[in-house]
């Protein structure tokens, strides 16, 4: 009905933001958001508890666009990248490079995927 049900974060460490940009929920129900400035995607439950956060160990330059895929793996675009995680944050893949040629990325702020991932 559109009633506003909860806030949780705010600027700051673990389970704060610093300029949040994509926001999607994973099969468990888990809240992933890209939290830019802080260069990190963090988890939380539905009522907004703080589970993890990742991407610090790949070095993340602006994290903006997050949606999960068919095998719940976290997609993240980046600034330069499109980088694949598992769903407890470990790195598995990553394609596009810096430029503006085929292949090449510069500043996607979206990301999705269909039904074959």
């Given at each position: 009905?559109?009633?506003?049900?909860?806030?949780?974060?705010s600027q700051?460490a673990?389970?704060?933001?610093?300029?949040?940009?994509?926001?999607?929920v994973?099969?468990?129900?888990?809240?992933i958001?890209?939290?830019?400035?802080n260069?990190?995607?963090?988890?939380?439950?539905?009522?907004g508890t703080?589970?993890?956060?990742?991407?610090?160990?790949?070095?993340?330059?602006?994290?903006?666009?997050?949606?999960?895929?068919?095998?719940?793996?976290?997609?993240?675009?980046?600034?330069?990248?499109?980088?694949?995680?598992?769903?407890?944050?470990?790195?598995l893949?990553?394609f596009?490079?810096?430029?503006?040629?085929?292949?090449?990325l510069?500043?996607?702020?979206?990301?999705c995927?269909?039904?074959?991932?």
């Open positions: 009905d559109g009633s506003f049900v909860r806030t949780c974060g700051g673990h389970g704060q933001f610093d300029e949040p940009k994509g926001v999607c994973n099969a468990a129900g888990l809240i958001v890209a939290d830019s400035e260069h990190r995607v963090q988890m939380f439950t539905c009522d703080f589970v993890r956060a990742f991407g610090s160990e790949v070095g993340f330059n602006w994290p903006c666009g997050v949606c999960v895929d068919g095998d719940d793996n976290i997609v993240v675009a980046d600034l330069y990248n499109i980088r694949v995680f598992s769903n407890d944050g470990t790195a893949r990553t596009g490079t810096k430029g503006e040629g085929a292949g090449q510069h500043g996607p702020f979206g990301v995927v269909d039904e074959g991932g």
